[in-house]
């Protein structure tokens, strides 16, 4: 089984790289928690895809701690890296968005697989319910997404985009609507721009996601569509849910939701690196984590 970790974000609400921060009590990068409960659900392949200039760090960072048996791919994420015969000649500093991030894995990925953010912590069990979907035989041509409740997702330091997922009678996803502004105010849960007030027990989207191989063909197939908009390729990006949406829209791949029962929790502003240490350092405390979190 193979966790693909998206590493290439720019942190421009955070002010640094966050996936880089040394949040944990040992300084412990928070991809490391994921990897960490991943290897301990099972898998054996872990994919990093980040900035080029990280591509050295991460890789050296990360081979000297993780088991010698787990094998390792940190790959770049490029604006160069286009499909076969598509031209591109303008300037572009800015990532192609997180659908082009898995897509740039697709030459050491082959069969079914996790792709998750790399600065979010998911939790355990997060790990152990995407490992069971994908030793289930059923699932062998169908997608998943492990959701979180939204009551435990939210930022005391702000407002937070989410989708909200609709669901049918048999866990299959039938939609997400995207809500950019939601906040917890007086117990009350908001979307402060469309004036729409949610229970907290809404099961949301965190990018944590079942693919299968098949679905590089997919980006491929809408990235040379953007490529063709001189509109989008000025600033926009390919973000994997719209990928996501097209494969659920064709009908021909169900896209089951996986339930968690974990806290999520993340940085989306500076104010929130307090938090996520202190929550590091009490799961550390209650010998969730060993310490030495790695061991010879």
Same mark, same amino acid.
């Not at 040394?22 to 895809?49: C, H, K, R």
């Not at 929130?272 to 310490?291: C, F």
């Given at each position: 089984?193979?966790?693909?970790?998206?590493?290439?974000?720019?942190?421009?609400?955070?002010?640094?790289? @966050?996936?880089?921060?040394?949040?944990?009590? &040992?300084?412990?990068?928070?991809?490391?928690?994921?990897?960490?409960?991943?290897?301990? %659900?099972?898998?054996?392949?872990?994919?990093?895809?980040?900035?080029? #200039?990280?591509?050295?760090?991460?890789? =050296?960072?990360?081979?000297?701690?993780?088991?010698?048996?787990?094998?390792?791919?940190?790959?770049? $994420?490029? /604006?160069?890296?286009?499909?076969?015969?598509?031209?591109?000649?303008?300037?572009?500093?800015?990532?192609?968005?997180?659908?082009?991030?898995?897509?740039?894995?697709?030459?050491?990925?082959?069969?079914?697989?996790?792709?998750? =953010?790399?600065?979010?912590?998911?939790?355990?069990?997060?790990?152990? &319910? %995407?490992?069971?979907?994908? &030793?289930?035989?059923?699932?062998? &041509?169908?997608?998943?997404?492990?959701?979180?409740?939204?009551?435990?997702?939210?930022?005391?330091?702000?407002?937070?985009?989410?989708? *909200?997922?609709?669901?049918?009678? #048999?866990?299959?996803? *039938?939609?997400?609507?995207?809500?950019?502004?939601?906040? @917890?105010? %007086?117990?009350? *849960? /908001?979307?402060?721009?469309?004036?729409?007030?949610?229970?907290?027990?809404?099961?949301?989207?965190?990018?944590?996601?079942?693919? $299968?191989?098949?679905?590089?063909? /997919?980006?491929?197939?809408?990235?040379? /569509?953007?490529?063709?908009?001189? @509109?989008?390729?000025?600033?926009?990006?390919?973000?994997?849910?719209?990928?996501?949406?097209?494969?659920?829209?064709?009908?021909? #791949?169900?896209? @089951?939701?996986?339930?968690?029962?974990?806290?999520?929790?993340? *940085?989306?502003?500076?104010?929130?690196?307090?938090?996520?240490?202190?929550?590091?350092?009490?799961?550390?405390? =209650?010998?969730?984590?060993?310490?030495?979190?790695? $061991?010879?």
């Amino acid at each position: 089984m193979t966790l693909l970790l998206m590493a290439a974000g720019r942190g421009s609400r955070y002010g640094k790289l @966050k996936q880089f921060d040394d949040l944990g009590p &040992n300084g412990e990068l928070l991809m490391e928690y994921s990897i960490f409960d991943a290897i301990e %659900a099972g898998f054996t392949q872990i994919v990093v895809i980040t900035q080029k #200039d990280k591509v050295d760090f991460t890789h =050296n960072h990360l081979d000297e701690r993780i088991p010698e048996d787990i094998e390792l791919d940190v790959i770049a $994420q490029e /604006t160069s890296d286009i499909p076969y015969g598509v031209a591109f000649m303008e300037d572009r500093e800015k990532p192609w968005g997180t659908a082009h991030a898995v897509w740039s894995a697709r030459n050491v990925i082959e069969d079914a697989f996790v792709v998750i =953010n790399a600065d979010d912590y998911y939790g355990k069990e997060a790990f152990i &319910n %995407a490992a069971k979907f994908l &030793n289930n035989p059923d699932s062998e &041509n169908s997608y998943g997404l492990v959701g979180y409740t939204l009551k435990e997702t939210l930022s005391t330091n702000g407002s937070v985009s989410r989708g *909200i997922c609709k669901t049918d009678g #048999d866990n299959n996803l *039938i939609a997400i609507n995207e809500h950019l502004k939601i906040e @917890k105010k %007086a117990n009350v *849960i /908001t979307d402060i721009t469309t004036g729409a007030n949610f229970s907290g027990e809404e099961l949301v989207s965190l990018n944590f996601w079942v693919c $299968q191989p098949e679905i590089f063909e /997919t980006i491929e197939e809408e990235f040379i /569509t953007f490529l063709e908009d001189k @509109k989008l390729v000025k600033s926009s990006e390919l973000y994997l849910p719209l990928i996501i949406k097209k494969i659920m829209d064709s009908g021909e #791949d169900t896209i @089951k939701t996986i339930p968690s029962n974990e806290q999520w929790f993340g *940085i989306t502003y500076a104010a929130d690196r307090e938090e996520v240490v202190q929550a590091l350092k009490e799961k550390t405390d =209650n010998e969730q984590y060993p310490v030495p979190m790695w $061991q010879d």
